[in-house]
């Protein structure tokens, strides 16, 4: 068994055969193998206040309990085995400037995915200082998963996100999640398991700004008061 219990980061780029858990209790982890299993065949648990992360693969369980699940290193894709999130973060990263292939991180869970509690999800564009995709252009998969999901929701700025919702990120882009999706979308497509489920982010037409939905509120009311003073004028006559 591996443990991590100290701050700074830890990077597993080799094939690893041990056969223990793998504990992360601090800092971060980044499995950045090539071939293989980055953390051999047992289970892997990340505890409040750790990280997991990186660019390769494991086989085994994942199960976060308070910390922070960040596939990728900058955008990229990780797999795993089963994924469960009892509360704690999802670390998602995007960048809407870089070919569709390459616009946002991918987790592949081998499993069941299972989210419990709060959970967190974050969402950083790495383009900066602009980080707004086009309306309308986008579907990302955040994760793909191979068992079952169990109903559980993310939570964006603490509002929980149900399935289907649409939401505004900090960037003003409009997204629409949906967990149990049956198609991936454009990021790292080629990757992608065959079957399985997708929770997926769909960018949609921009949400008018409150100012603009007044506007448009007082010329709707415009319209209709012109409407009746003119129908009360011809009754007049």
Same mark, same amino acid.
């Given at each position: 068994? &591996?443990?991590?219990?100290?701050?700074? &980061?830890?990077?597993?780029?080799?094939?690893?055969?041990?056969?223990?858990?793998?504990?992360?209790?601090?800092?971060?982890?980044?499995?950045?193998?090539?071939?293989?299993?980055?953390?051999?065949?047992?289970?892997?648990?990340?505890?409040?206040?750790?990280?997991?992360?990186?660019?390769?693969?494991?086989?085994?369980?994942?199960?976060?309990?308070?910390?922070?699940?960040?596939?990728?290193?900058?955008?990229?894709?990780?797999?795993?085995?089963?994924?469960?999130?009892?509360?704690?973060?999802?670390?998602?990263?995007?960048?809407?400037?870089?070919?569709?292939?390459?616009?946002?991180?991918?987790?592949?869970?081998?499993?069941?995915?299972?989210?419990?509690?709060?959970?967190?999800?974050?969402?950083?564009?790495?383009?900066?200082?602009?980080?707004?995709?086009?309306?309308?252009?986008?579907?990302?998969?955040?994760?793909?998963?191979?068992?079952?999901?169990?109903?559980?929701?993310?939570?964006?700025?603490?509002?929980?996100?149900?399935?289907?919702?649409?939401?505004?990120?900090?960037?003003?882009?409009?997204?629409?999640?949906?967990?149990?999706?049956?198609?991936?979308?454009?990021?790292?497509?080629?990757?992608?398991?065959?079957?399985?489920?997708?929770?997926?982010?769909?960018?949609?037409?921009?949400?008018?700004?409150?100012?603009?939905?007044?506007? &448009?509120?007082?010329?709707?009311?415009?319209?209709?008061?012109?409407?009746?003073?003119?129908?009360?004028?011809?009754?007049?006559?």
């Amino acid at each position: 068994a &591996i443990t991590k219990g100290t701050t700074g &980061i830890l990077t597993l780029d080799g094939t690893n055969t041990y056969t223990g858990t793998t504990a992360v209790s601090n800092g971060k982890l980044l499995v950045n193998n090539t071939s293989g299993s980055g953390t051999g065949s047992g289970d892997v648990t990340v505890a409040s206040g750790a990280t997991l992360g990186g660019t390769g693969s494991l086989t085994g369980a994942v199960t976060v309990t308070g910390g922070t699940l960040s596939p990728g290193a900058s955008v990229e894709s990780l797999s795993t085995g089963a994924v469960t999130l009892a509360g704690g973060t999802f670390e998602y990263e995007t960048n809407h400037s870089a070919l569709p292939a390459a616009a946002g991180d991918l987790l592949i869970a081998n499993g069941n995915l299972t989210l419990t509690g709060t959970v967190n999800l974050t969402l950083t564009d790495l383009a900066l200082p602009t980080g707004a995709f086009t309306p309308n252009s986008t579907t990302l998969t955040l994760i793909q998963y191979a068992g079952t999901w169990n109903g559980g929701f993310f939570t964006y700025n603490t509002n929980e996100l149900t399935n289907n919702e649409s939401f505004e990120d900090t960037y003003g882009n409009n997204w629409k999640i949906t967990y149990n999706a049956t198609s991936g979308g454009s990021n790292f497509a080629t990757e992608l398991l065959g079957g399985g489920h997708f929770v997926t982010l769909s960018n949609l037409t921009a949400v008018p700004e409150p100012g603009s939905l007044f506007a &448009i509120g007082c010329l709707i009311g415009s319209g209709a008061l012109l409407r009746s003073r003119r129908g009360s004028r011809r009754r007049a006559a």
